[in-house]
Structure formats: C-alpha cells, structure tokens
C-alpha cells in the first residue's frame, strides 16, 4: 500500500463501507469523504460522517500507520487539532488529544480488496509502457471515449503555455509568434530546433520587406540556415549567396551553425532544404497570413492557405550539390495536416480564449476532429493494443495520455485506470 493509493481508495469510496468502527468501537457512517486537500494541512477539508449517533463536519486525515500522526508531528500542528476522523490503513499505536482523549480513528486493512492492491502494483511495477495495456479491452468504450474527449482540451493547454511563452516574448505580436511556431514545425521533429533558431534570427518584419521577390527571401533563410557558405558552381545558389552577403550586412544579422541541420535516414524530400524552399514560397506567396488562418473556418481553406511548392530550381535539387530527376516539390497533405494540429489549432485555441471568443476555441477541437489521425510510433503503440484513433483529435488525446500519464504511472489520475482498479 502507497500513500496516493490509499488517498486515491478513500476520495473514490473503494473500499467496503459496511460495519465500520473506530477504534474504541463506535459504529462510523461516511457521509461525504470531504474534498481532497492537494496543499499542506489536513488531506481532506470539509468531510461529513456520523460517529454513532452524533454527525460530524470537518476534516480528515490519512496516514498510512496511525503512529504516522507523530512521526508527521501533527501533535504540534493547530491546523490538526479539530480533526473529526483519523484514516489509517494499519493501526500500530494509539493516539491522544491534548486533553488525553482518544483521536478518533478509522482502520481500514480489512475493508480493502487485496486484487486493487496487487492490480495497482501491477502497474506500477510492470514494464509496459502503456500499464493497463493487458487489461485496456475491459474498458467499455464509451469510458475510453470520454477520457480521450476530457484530454484533448489538456493536450490542447499544454501546447497553449507555448504560445503564451511566444506571445510574451514578441509583446503580442501574433505575427511574430506564429511565424516562429510555424517555422519550428516546418521542420517536423528533427530539424525543428534549426528551424525554430532560423526564425528567431530571421524577423518576420525583415523577410516582409522582400516578399515580393522570392529569390531575396530564399537568399535569406539558405543564408541564415548557413546552407550558403560554400563554394558553388551553380549559378543559382551563387546568386543567393551574393544577394544573402548584401542583406546580412545591410540589415546586421547572424544565421546558425549548418551542422544543427540533419539529413541522415530521411527521405529526400523531406530534406531541411527543400522545407526552407517550401517556407520561403509560403512567405512570398501569404499576405497577412495568421489574419487569414483565425478566419479559416474548415480544413480545406487551411490547406489551400498552405498549399505551396519550392521554386523551380528544386524540381531539379534536393540539396544544392547534385542534380536531381525532375520532381516539383509541393509541401503535401500530410505536411499541412501536420501544421494544422501543432501550429493552426493551438493558436486559434489561444486566440479565442484572449479575445473571449468561444467559437475559435470550438473550431480549433473541431478542426482535430475532421483531419485524419497522425501515423506516429505513439498511435501505432495504442493501434498494437485495439485503440485505433479516428482522427487527429483522439490521436493527440493518445499521444497526452501516454506521454502525461501512462509513462508517469498517473493511472490513479486517469479514467481508464480506475475502472480498471474499481473492476478488480
């Protein structure tokens, strides 16, 4: 038995509840087991329970051993002098007020079935990175449901404190702070901190002064990207390195070092390189571009905001060293429901709770739930055990409750987790 556990049994009421007794004998009748008090002081405020024939209100304190109470030093804490119940799990000492009376206390041994005991330790010991991952199939669907609709608005709050981060950093330049979070997922997960490093020293009030010229705006984020330092044959990539030489000095600006870019085990076209040339076509081809996405209403306006290919140099290149066969290189559907759910959703979730519109908030859940879900190692995990996400919207859900729960061995904390408890 662990404290949280013993916590967690009471807040639920798992346990046998008929003919308990304190210690001294007295029938005891649980009326409310009281609000879990996370701060210091008792562990349960505000508790309701009838000690004979007398009903008492006020708080409750768990412990694990009722010798705990001293060891704690509760004898010398106010706050604990008006306890009405002391909860414990064994009794090994008997207690006594500052008046010499005895502390009213609760034993609860025999009341608790040894299968939630072995069936949390199970979790907590096994070496599954989901813990109920044997036991997941009980679970009736609609409660699975239910605990991936209430996580979905967490994993939501969770990205929403980057944003704020963003958004104080760029003193509510909403501008700024998109362009820097859209630019970190332009580069998916492994080049998204060269990405997000390329944007931070790159303002997006620079490159505005050039978009009409896509070459310029090339030249400033290959230079910036530090993917122009070499010596070219091409006259292309010779071109931006003249152009990017004038620009960095006129407008006093340092890149980042090449080798935070990778290239290795991926797909050409999804090199770092042909995803700057995509985000610089996306920049020379928006106006007002996060104006624009606030006001999109369904997926396929997103898409077609997004819709972008690199310029005709790479339909030749994946990279400036070697020529390539002819392939135009459009950032794809999966790319731009990849922007969707980590960049669109989260500020439009943002946006709509600064400016107090609820129906931004509702459209960004809603987005999740008309795009396909994300094929990652995360949703194939859940796949392997019978959870199969419909859409992008459960699929994030699976990806906040394993990260936020399963690998903390938060199943005390999770829906799925009491039920699998409750049910043993």
């Known amino acids: 038995m662990s404290e949280d556990l013993f916590q967690y049994l009471w807040k639920m009421k798992l346990f046998d509840s008929r003919n308990l007794c304190t210690t001294d004998g007295d029938q005891i009748e649980i009326i409310h087991v009281g609000t879990h008090n996370m701060q210091s002081g008792p562990d349960f405020f505000n508790a309701k329970i009838k000690i004979a024939d007398t009903i008492w209100a006020g708080n409750i304190e768990l412990h694990l051993k009722s010798s705990d109470w001293m060891l704690h030093k509760h004898q010398l804490d106010k706050s604990y002098e008006n306890i009405i119940l002391h909860v414990v799990y064994k009794d090994d000492k008997p207690l006594f007020d500052s008046s010499g009376n005895a502390i009213k206390t609760l034993v609860l041994e025999q009341h608790i079935k040894s299968e939630i005991i072995n069936a949390y330790k199970d979790f907590k010991d096994n070496n599954e990175i989901i813990p109920c991952s044997k036991s997941i199939q009980k679970v009736p669907h609609e409660i699975i449901q239910t605990t991936l609709e209430r996580l979905l608005v967490k994993r939501l709050e969770h990205k929403s404190q980057h944003v704020e981060r963003l958004l104080l950093e760029n003193n509510n330049n909403w501008e700024q702070s998109f362009y820097m979070q859209l630019a970190a997922n332009f580069g998916f997960k492994i080049n998204q901190v060269p990405f997000e490093l390329l944007a931070r020293n790159t303002p997006l009030s620079v490159l505005a002064k050039h978009k009409s010229n896509l070459s310029q705006i090339e030249a400033l984020l290959f230079g910036q990207a530090g993917m122009l330092n070499e010596s070219f044959k091409d006259p292309y990539p010779v071109m931006l390195q003249n152009e990017y030489a004038y620009l960095k000095k006129k407008y006093n600006i340092t890149g980042v070092?090449?080798?935070?870019?990778?290239?290795?085990?991926?797909?050409?076209?999804?090199?770092?390189?042909?995803?700057?040339?995509?985000?610089?076509?996306?920049?020379?081809?928006?106006?007002?571009?996060?104006?624009?996405?606030?006001?999109?209403?369904?997926?396929?306006?997103?898409?077609?905001?997004?819709?972008?290919?690199?310029?005709?140099?790479?339909?030749?290149?994946?990279?400036?060293?070697?020529?390539?066969?002819?392939?135009?290189?459009?950032?794809?559907?999966?790319?731009?429901?990849?922007?969707?759910?980590?960049?669109?959703?989260?500020?439009?979730?943002?946006?709509?709770?600064?400016?107090?519109?609820?129906?931004?908030?509702?459209?960004?859940?809603?987005?999740?739930?008309?795009?396909?879900?994300?094929?990652?190692?995360?949703?194939?995990?859940w796949q392997n055990i019978g959870i199969d996400a419909k859409n992008a919207a459960q699929s994030q859900s699976l990806i906040e409750l394993k990260t936020n729960y399963c690998e903390l061995k938060r199943c005390l904390q999770c829906s799925i987790g009491h039920f699998v408890l409750k049910n043993n």
């Open 257 to 381: 070092d090449s080798h935070l870019w990778k290239f290795s085990k991926m797909r050409p076209v999804n090199f770092a390189s042909i995803r700057i040339a995509q985000f610089a076509a996306l920049v020379h081809q928006s106006s007002h571009l996060f104006s624009k996405v606030t006001e999109a209403t369904s997926p396929q306006q997103l898409m077609q905001l997004f819709k972008v290919k690199a310029s005709t140099y790479w339909d030749t290149h994946y990279t400036f060293y070697k020529e390539s066969a002819n392939l135009k290189k459009y950032l794809g559907k999966a790319g731009i429901e990849n922007l969707i759910i980590n960049t669109i959703v989260p500020f439009m979730f943002v946006y709509g709770k600064h400016y107090g519109d609820e129906t931004k908030c509702e459209l960004s859940l809603e987005l999740l739930s008309l795009i396909k879900p994300e094929k990652n190692n995360i949703t194939r995990l």
